[in-house]
């Protein structure tokens, strides 16, 4: 069954900008970074902060973000979260202080909150669910396209017109954004769910007490979530301080883990939608990619240097495939709670996504360090440590004594 035209352009389009939009807001601090640094005297583990407010104020909205989203639809929950987002945008080019920085990009992470939780929202709508994955991974990959601008693109605008003016300039790209949302998206009435408040919120209590919910949530959370944290702050100080690279190589490394991302994602998506239908669940197939992720986190970890580059491209590329898991739980919890279900699973990503990356900038605090950057053996420790959670994660989806994964397709 194809996905009509019509539904690509109108129904998911729109939404997989807003996407590429809080991708490119998310990343962006990894280029930013060193202005930062030099205008505001920040610390390893402020930059840490700094970044991460973003991850924790996203993380934080998730839960109720999904009964906004089922309770009032994808557009006009998305519509305004855009337009607080790019207010965030125009605090952050304006801001005084380290506070204030953090206070903005805690308001842009906001904003974007229903970056991806809407469009899979659309996607539940609108989309048959043999063709979801397709559709999901489909839109993560043209979103993709903001991790790719916020490197070497956004490096060359910072250099023509300093970080402030290019904040502001997002912020106004951002509101047309918003824009397009509210005129070009279709209404589904009968996608809204009409049940009061306090029982949304009672059946989303329900989702996070559900077993599946914490046979699943760890190793999605930390497997997605730890890569999210690496990419869009922590790689490029790695590229400097392991690889000795200089700045432009940085950028171009960057460049280049963003485009794998943006193929990997939508080849995961071909490749779960392909094997579904020779009767391979979703969550067999995430299991392999999780397996390829933690070997390039192996790899990175160890500092082999030959194949350094090669593993973050690869941890670029399958560093998302859980999102192979958002349809799979949503069906086990009723279309009218596919909303929440997101949301919960996205909350626990992003709750780890903030948490590792002010961890990493804490840990990488405790070594000295100069005016040339971080020791090396700070991110051993560092991500070693995020690495070893993991682990912990995969054994105890595999072998937690809890009912389980039966029925693996949807």
Not at 364 to 386: E, K, M, R, T, V
Request: glycine share 8%; charged share 10%; net charge neutral.
């Amino acid at each position: 069954m194809t996905i009509p035209r019509r539904t690509i352009f109108f129904a998911l389009f729109p939404f997989a900008c807003g996407y590429f939009l809080s991708y490119l807001l998310r990343a962006v601090n990894a280029v930013v970074a060193p202005d930062l640094v030099q205008d505001f005297g920040v610390s390893p583990a402020e930059l840490g902060v700094l970044t991460s407010a973003y991850l924790l104020s996203f993380s934080l909205f998730q839960l109720p973000l999904g009964v906004f989203l089922d309770r009032y639809g994808a557009r006009l929950v998305q519509t305004v979260l855009l337009a607080v987002a790019a207010a965030g945008c125009f605090l952050f080019a304006a801001a005084p202080d380290f506070l204030s920085l953090v206070a903005s990009r805690a308001i842009i992470g906001l904003g974007f909150s229903a970056g991806l939780m809407a469009s899979f929202k659309a996607s539940s709508i609108w989309v048959p669910i043999e063709r979801r994955s397709l559709a999901n991974a489909s839109i993560m990959s043209a979103g993709a396209l903001g991790i790719v601008m916020a490197t070497e693109p956004t490096a060359f605008l910072v250099t023509l017109v300093g970080w402030r003016s290019t904040f502001t300039i997002f912020g106004g790209v951002i509101l047309a954004g918003a824009a397009l949302v509210f005129f070009a998206v279709p209404e589904k009435d009968e996608a809204k769910t009409t049940a009061g408040l306090g029982r949304q919120v009672g059946e989303l209590m329900q989702i996070l007490g559900l077993p599946l919910f914490w046979r699943i949530a760890p190793v999605v959370a930390l497997s997605a979530g730890t890569p999210i944290a690496l990419q869009t702050l922590w790689a490029g100080p790695w590229f400097r301080d392991v690889l000795d690279l200089a700045p432009p190589e940085v950028a171009r490394s960057l460049f280049w883990m963003a485009a794998a991302f943006m193929v990997g994602i939508f080849l995961v998506g071909v490749l779960a939608d392909r094997l579904q239908r020779r009767g391979i669940g979703p969550m067999t197939v995430l299991l392999g990619f999780i397996i390829a992720n933690l070997g390039a986190q192996s790899v990175i970890v160890l500092q082999v240097k030959l194949l350094a580059f090669p593993a973050w491209l690869v941890l670029s590329a399958v560093g998302q495939a859980a999102i192979l898991a958002y349809p799979w739980f949503a069906t086990r919890v009723g279309a009218g709670l596919a909303g929440r279900s997101n949301a919960t699973i996205n909350f626990a990503m992003f709750l780890v996504a903030f948490a590792a990356q002010a961890f990493v900038g804490v840990v990488i605090g405790w070594f000295p360090q100069d005016a040339a950057g971080y020791d090396p053996h700070s991110y051993i420790w560092a991500f070693g440590l995020l690495l070893a959670l993991e682990f912990l994660a995969l054994f105890w989806y595999l072998f937690a004594p809890i009912s389980s994964l039966k029925d693996d397709t949807p």
